[in-house]
């Protein structure tokens, strides 16, 4: 019943395989006899594991540099598309000594404005004369634009920073005659003609909505594609003046630059209104459209040359996808009908065969004569008569 001994037995663990001539001694730390092919296959995936690693590291560096010349390239694309434009539209940048020589070099637009008014003529002084007014802003600054829009919904209201783009060819003068004071010249600084010795322009605005990269916006006064500079939230504790600080402002502003005027449209105008509503993209409706042509002609658009040099001819302007066309009188303004904006009268195929936007129907001719008769006066005629707002040198955002 007993174990048998065994004496003299050697019963320790068996010896290691010997290694076999020209191959390399088993690896006894990896629990496993290793020929020479698997130990070479392990080498040799270590060092494509390696490789591999190093190259990872070496993609991300170069996508990291990609992204950053495309930016660069992006800028740099927008500068020279800006410059080419500023520079070859209707002549070079605005006769003003002050600005110098690459006055924009630095600045990128962050966007260009849609707006519903598609030229000078009928653009009001000031947003807050127009509240029906409608605009959106794309940013296009950015890889993701939508990201440097967070929170800005937040606000009501922003200030716009813009350019004045279609000054083009204006010579910027140190008197300037604002429509309130019907020819009587103040310092260009004290008013907010867009001649200016650096055309750039300033509006505070209604925030509507952020939807993505796009910004919705009412109560604009700026014409439609001009360049965006920056967005900035308006904050009243910072932007408004500090209560018990004495507010004054010129006697001249306190008077309007006309009575308001009642606004009729005719059945033909009511009519032609409500068939356009398909083509419109920035209004709601033709209510919606008719506020804001109301809202327009109520003020009267028209600068102090055309009251009192223009009184027969019809006054045309543009907004979203409508061409108004109107007639003035003594306390009203008459819309005498509404066209698609792509329709001309005769009297203004030839102007805009030649510039696609610009003034009124006939102003050709007035323009001229303006030269003549008010400039040897030097009280105004293109490109000095600083009235502000619908003459066909002048923008938006004056008084």
Known sequence: DELPAFDGLDLEAPAAPAAVAGEPAPDSTLGCVCTCACAGKHKKLEDVSRQLAATKQELVKLKTAVRKFRREHKRSSEKLKFLLDYRTREGAMPAAPQAGEGAFEKFVPIGHLQSCFREKNGTPRQGSVCPDSRALLKINCFNNPEHSLEDLASFSHVWVLFLFHQNSGVAVKAKVSPPRLDGVRVGLFSTRTPHRPN???LSLVKLDGVEGDTVYLSGV?????SPVLDIKPYIPAYDAVPAGQEVKITSWLQRPPVPPLRVEFTAAAEEHLDALVSTMSLFRD????RRTITEILHEDPRSVYRRQYCLTDPYIFAVDSLRVVCE????FARVLDILHRSTF?????SRHAEAPAGPAAG??????????KKGAKGKGGKGDDDDEGSDPDDGSDSD
């Open 328 to 331: 003035f009188g003594d306390d």
């Open 286 to 289: 033709a209510d919606h459209a």
């Open 345 to 349: 009268l005769p009297a203004e195929k």
């Open 363 to 372: 102003s050709v001719g007035r323009q001229e004569k303006g030269k003549t």
């Open 199 to 201: 055309p750039i322009g």
């Open 221 to 225: 006064d700026i014409i439609d594609g």
